[in-house]
């Protein structure tokens, strides 16, 4: 398997977290996400990824696979052990809907796109942008602590091992504290990222810091 990756990309990141449960590799083809003149923004990349984002996994048959969820359930499908979602149907779906009020509803309104087009259409500084992501991530995190809070019955998101919602939430969580924020003021949230920073394959795989 490929990986097309980058190292700050929080998206890559849950993928990678994956693979690291699974005791899977893959090889990283590191493609350039932040500026105008990014690789995730040429027709070179776009022609491997139409939208032009990571992450996407080749696998050994030369398929891409898209969409960092997609990527993730794939995985659990090819290597089981462990399994990454939970023994339920409710379950499976609270699991499925925290990943997806991260994916879908934080993260997509903070990627380098978004910005460069806040600022390209609506002459908006840097600290505009920034202002922007800290609404969507405080409002996004707020929701997420409450759907976490109102099942949560084990060590984790969703269950007592870790799995897809832990997966999404990670590298969210991290991404919010290096924005500034205390997670302390979501102790759900705060709590399980405890947890999962003494797991390698968390701590190890989590988005490296903007430089
Ligand atoms: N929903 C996608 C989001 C992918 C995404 O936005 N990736 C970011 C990096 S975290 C990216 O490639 N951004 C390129 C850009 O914004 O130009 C997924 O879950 O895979």
Same mark, same amino acid.
């Given at each position: 398997?490929?990986?097309?990756?980058?190292?700050?990309?929080?998206?890559?990141?849950?993928?990678?977290?994956?693979?690291?449960?699974k005791g899977l590799t893959a090889e990283a083809l590191p493609v350039s996400i932040l500026g105008e003149d !990014?690789?995730?923004r040429q027709?070179?990349?776009?022609?491997?990824? @139409?939208?032009?984002?990571? @992450?996407?996994?080749l696998t050994d048959n030369g398929v891409l696979i898209t969409q960092s969820l997609a990527i993730v359930e794939y995985l659990d499908e090819v290597q089981p052990e462990p399994p990454l979602l @939970?023994?339920?149907?409710?379950?499976?779906?609270? !699991?499925?809907?925290?990943?997806?009020?991260?994916?879908?509803?934080i993260h997509a309104l903070l990627p380098p796109r978004i910005g460069?087009?806040?600022?390209?259409?609506?002459?908006?500084?840097?600290d505009a942008v920034a202002a922007w992501s800290r609404h969507w991530v405080g409002e996004g995190m707020a929701a997420v602590e409450a759907i976490i809070a109102g099942r949560r019955q084990g060590a984790f998101a969703v269950g007592d091992r870790p799995g897809i919602a832990d997966i999404f939430l990670f @590298?969210?969580?991290?991404?919010?504290?290096r924005m500034g924020f205390d997670l302390s003021r979501w102790p759900n949230i705060?709590?399980?990222?405890?947890?999962?920073?003494a797991i390698p394959a968390f701590q190890e795989n989590a988005p490296a810091p903007r430089k």
């Open positions: 398997m490929k990986l097309y990756q980058n190292e700050i990309s929080s998206a890559t990141s849950r993928v990678r977290i994956a693979l690291a449960l !990014a690789e995730s027709s070179a990349y776009r022609t491997v990824n @139409p939208q032009g984002l990571v @992450p996407a996994l @939970p023994d339920t149907a409710e379950d499976r779906a609270q !699991a499925r809907s925290i990943a997806l009020a991260i994916a879908a509803e460069l087009h806040l600022k390209a259409a609506f002459q908006a500084d840097a @590298p969210q969580a991290i991404s919010a504290r705060a709590e399980i990222v405890g947890r999962l920073e």
